[in-house]
Nanobody, 123 residues
Framework: QVQLVESGGGLVQAGGSLRLSCAAS????????MGWFRQAPGKEREFVAA????????RYAASVKGRFTISRDNAKNTGYLQMNTLKPEDTAVYYC????????????????WGQGTQVTVSS
């Protein structure tokens, strides 16, 4: 497993942008696919975006496609989620997760999770 720490959350107005970071340690980050999930109050955790170990393959939830961009810098052991044109419905705790050697969109496929960072979008 890898240890993951998210940062970059905060309060932003609708239409604004935030960039989340996910710093990894403990294992070779470059051999792990990475994903972002989110959980809003009273709702189940949902998939947001995923990226392969090389960065060459990405997946997005329909609700964020065209607004969010997932990326990674293996030299810095860090993954990112650039969030543009934010909406109030994007308000949630955002989690990054890692899965060995593949890309995945289901949370049960991931074996390493961060503690989460709060994103709040005001209308």
């Amino acid at each position: 497993q890898v240890q993951l720490v998210e940062s970059g959350g905060g309060l932003v107005q609708a239409g604004g942008s935030l960039r989340l970071s996910c710093a990894a340690s403990g294992r070779t980050f470059s051999s792990y696919g990475m994903g972002w999930f989110r959980q809003a109050p009273g709702k189940e955790r949902e998939f947001v975006a995923a990226i392969s170990w090389s960065g060459g393959d990405t997946r997005y939830a329909a609700s964020v496609k065209g607004r969010f961009t997932i990326s990674r810098d293996n030299a810095k052991n860090t993954g990112y989620l650039q969030m543009n044109t934010l909406k109030p419905e994007d308000t949630a705790v955002y989690y990054c997760a890692a899965v060995p050697l593949t890309i995945a969109t289901k949370d049960h496929e991931y074996d390493s999770w961060g503690q989460g960072t709060q994103v709040t979008v005001s209308s």
